[in-house]
Nanobody, 129 residues
Framework: QVQLEESGGESVPAGGSLRLSCVDSGYSYSMQCMGWFRQAPGKEREGVATIYTGADSTFYADSVKGRFTISRDHAKHTLYLEMFSLKPEDTGIYYC??????????????????????WGQGTQVTVSS
């Protein structure tokens, strides 16, 4: 059974930095695309960043470009999201997601479609002004 477990969320002041981690386990096949999503209070979930694991190609929401970096350590089965220059509007629950290689379609398009097979439980990020 595939499991995704996020960690690293905490409360930080505006301008601060955080690194989120997502450890995946329970499968032996390859994941085609992995990503980070977030949901702010009272708002719908939105895509933050995705990574095509075959080439480590990355895709970002306009709101986080230049401030966030998604990466994947294949040996450690860990997905990261490094966040810099955090803003109060970055506050929310951050979710890790993954889908196996049988999925078709662009990993970049998945940022909007949220077409993923597996989701973590989320980790809370709070940015105070």
């Amino acid at each position: 059974q595939v499991q995704l477990e996020e960690s690293g969320g905490e409360s930080v002041p505006a301008g601060g930095s955080l690194r989120l981690s997502c450890v995946d386990s329970g499968y032996s096949y390859s994941m085609q695309c992995m990503g980070w999503f977030r949901q702010a209070p009272g708002k719908e979930r939105e895509g933050v960043a995705t990574i095509y694991t075959g080439a480590d190609s990355t895709f970002y929401a306009d709101s986080v470009k230049g401030r966030f970096t998604i990466s994947r350590d294949h040996a450690k089965h860990t997905l990261y999201l490094e966040m810099f220059s955090l803003k109060p509007e970055d506050t929310g629950i951050y979710y890790c997601a993954a889908r196996p290689v049988k999925y078709t379609g662009s990993c970049g398009d998945a940022l909007l479609s949220e077409d993923f097979a597996y989701w973590g439980q989320g980790t809370q990020v709070t940015v105070s002004s």
